[in-house]
């Protein structure tokens, strides 16, 4: 079993940048994908960005593109998060997941097909 905390969330003005990162514990070998998602109040939960451990690949929702840029340590068993240029609605609770997934799948970003979640890490940006 895998265990994921997050931490960096925040206040920030619009425009301004957030570090998010994502702590692993236990076993999370198995665990080749991992992601950042959000959900605002009211609204469905969405993909941000995953990336796929063994290969370094990642990929990101259109919304955050050149704006947001997921990474990893692999010697803190973390993968980060970093948000430049905060719009208003990035505004959202942001959650980082693990699934044994290959890079195909990892790359589309689907809730459903990720078993261990953080508690998650909330992200407030004003005008």
């Known amino acids: 079993q895998v265990h994921l905390v997050e931490s960096g969330g925040g206040s920030v003005q619009a425009g301004g940048s957030l570090r998010l990162s994502c702590t692993a514990s236990g076993y999370y070998g198995q665990w080749q994908c991992m992601a950042w998602f959000r959900q605002a109040p009211g609204k469905e939960r969405e993909g941000v960005a995953t990336?796929?451990?063994?290969?370094?690949?990642?990929y990101y929702a259109d919304s955050v593109k050149g704006r947001f840029t997921i990474s990893q340590d692999n010697a803190k068993n973390t993968v980060y998060l970093q948000m430049n240029s905060l719009k208003p609605e990035d505004t959202a609770m942001y959650y980082c997941?693990?699934?044994?997934?290959?890079?195909?799948?990892?790359?589309?970003?689907?809730?459903?097909?990720?078993?261990?979640w953080g508690q998650g890490t909330q992200v407030t940006v004003s005008s």
């Open positions: 990336i796929f451990i063994g290969g370094g690949m990642t």
């Open positions: 997941a693990a699934a044994g997934l290959g890079p195909g799948l990892c790359a589309s970003q689907k809730q459903a097909d990720f078993p261990s």
